[in-house]
């Protein structure tokens, strides 16, 4: 998502960018097949953590999708 701003049409902070940024490396390394359960267990729930952010600031909107 190359977007520059928000779901509301505000520009995008430094911050703003980070979280996305962030929630997004963890949902690619969520998907990874080649992690021990436990590595792919913690890493969903911080992954889970950071949509919160995101969505509560409206900077996505879709499901997490891990199960």
């Given at each position: 998502m190359d977007t520059k701003t928000d779901l509301l049409g505000n520009?995008?902070?430094a911050d703003d960018v980070e979280l996305?940024?962030?929630y997004r490396r963890l949902k690619a390394l969520s998907a990874r097949a080649d992690l021990p359960p436990v590595t792919t267990?913690?890493?969903k729930q911080a992954m889970?953590?950071?949509w919160n952010a995101c969505n509560d600031l409206a900077l996505l909107h879709e499901e997490p999708?891990?199960?």
């Open positions: 520009p995008l902070t996305l940024d962030l267990a913690n890493v889970v953590m950071l999708g891990c199960d």
